[in-house]
Nanobody
């Protein structure tokens, strides 16, 4: 069992930046999938960025070039650096992890990101 806890959300103006963190309860070294999803009001949860395996990353077209996913295996932590934020980035952001490629087995509780002036 892996427990995930997100932090770093908040209110930011358009064009600003935020960095989300996801702390895992155990070692993330052997996890195949680690990623970030988001869900806006009235919309389905969507993939934002993920590690496909230990080194390869995948980004949604809407965030490519603005968001960067990274991980620190020594700290068992996943990050999402978000830059040039837009109002349409407003959503609850969830951290996910799993034992198979692109398959989330575990979810965090979510952290709210609001982009507004």
């Amino acid at each position: 069992q892996v427990r995930l806890v997100e932090s770093g959300g908040g209110l930011v103006q358009p064009g600003g930046s935020l960095k989300l963190s996801c702390a895992a309860s155990g070692s993330i070294l052997s996890l195949i999938h680690m990623g970030w999803y988001r869900q806006a009001p009235g919309k389905q949860r969507e993939l934002v960025a993920a590690f496909i395996n230990s080194g390869t990353t995948n980004y949604a077209d809407s965030v490519a070039g603005r968001f960067t996913i990274s991980r620190d295996n020594a700290k068992n932590t996943l990050y999402l650096q978000m830059s040039r934020l837009k109002p349409e980035d407003t959503a609850v952001y969830y951290c996910s992890a799993g034992w198979r490629v692109a398959v989330p087995d575990y979810w965090g509780q979510g952290t709210q990101v609001t982009v507004s002036s």
